[in-house]
């Protein structure tokens, strides 16, 4: 994926992918640009780079709205710096936490679960999906039943479930309702293109549920531990380099496993309930 290139991915779609390529976001932010008359809308205007920016606004003299799927910093930012060239709402929605969020992005109206966006030759219908972020929203595009995942589901790496935002719980449950909607393929916030969306969410609700397996795997036998204590056990696949970040999702197995009332917690330990 060449930063900045201009794609078209569907008979819709393009997509111009920002040149902040990363451990976290792959080869980088997808924007996309949805429609081909006189009314496109634009899915994420990504970080705030200025050569993104400019790739976005050359792209076409008909922007007429933004849509955000979450306000992590390589999703949102490019918001205030797209609009200050082009006078054009935004929507989406806002976290109640502010650590590690763009909290310069402000909708002009909050999108809730279930509206409908209708714009000239395209619309999307708006799917609440905490998770990866509380104010997560995947965006259906009806036309082409393509699906707008942000980072609920990324292509080539997995999703980070960092607490207190992230809640891994709400991800699961977020994945499964996916299996709910009429879905051809998956449009990411990070990657390539991804057929069979419902086979993908299936995967990944196996994978987590399999870590799951190995957070109460390691927790029964050291009887408590916390992210610090247990990241060697459950990661072993990981490389060390990366368990600052595992340890984001670690602790959100854990935060679940104690909602699910299969651990205690006292202090900064959690507690394998032996019964
Ligand atoms: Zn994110």
């Known amino acids: 994926m060449k930063s900045e290139e201009i794609v078209q991915i569907t008979p819709l779609v393009k997509r111009i992918t920002a040149g902040n390529s990363s451990v976290f976001t792959g080869p980088g932010t997808n924007t996309y640009i949805v429609g081909n008359g006189e009314d496109l809308t634009v899915v994420d205007p990504g970080p705030a780079l200025s050569e993104h920016i400019e ?29 200050a060239k082009v006078d054009i709402p935004a929507y989406g929605l806002i976290t109640e936490t502010t650590k590690n969020q763009d909290t310069s992005f402000k909708p002009a109206k909050m999108l809730t679960h279930g509206e409908v966006i209708e714009a000239e030759d395209h619309a999307f219908e708006v799917i609440h999906t905490p998770g990866h972020a509380s104010n997560h929203l995947c965006y259906l595009l009806r036309e082409e039943k393509l699906l707008f995942t942000g980072d609920h589901i990324m292509n080539g790496s997995t999703v ?21 909607y009429d879905l051809e393929n998956i449009a990411p916030g990070h990657g390539e293109l991804m057929p069979n969306p419902h086979a993908v969410a299936d995967w990944i609700v196996q994978h987590r549920l399999e870590r799951e397996e190995k957070v109460i795997e390691a927790i029964k036998e050291a009887k408590t ?4 204590s247990l990241v060697e056990a459950v990661y072993d696949d990981v490389d060390v380099s990366l368990f600052f970040a595992a340890k984001w999702s ?16 006292e202090g900064n330990q959690f507690i394998w309930k032996d019964n």
Do not use: C, F, W
Request: proline letters at 7%.
């Open 160 to 180: 980070v479930i960092a607490p207190p935002d992230g809640n891994m719980k709400d991800y699961l449950e977020s994945l499964k309702m996916l299996k709910d």
């Open 250 to 265: 670690l602790e959100a197995h854990l935060i679940k496993l104690l909602n699910d009332d299969r651990v205690t917690k």
């Open 225 to 228: 531990g916390n992210p610090d």
């Open 55 to 83: 790739a976005i606004v050359s792209s076409s003299s008909n922007l007429s709205r933004i849509i955000v799927t979450h306000t992590h910093p390589d999703h949102s930012p490019g918001v205030s710096l797209l609009q």
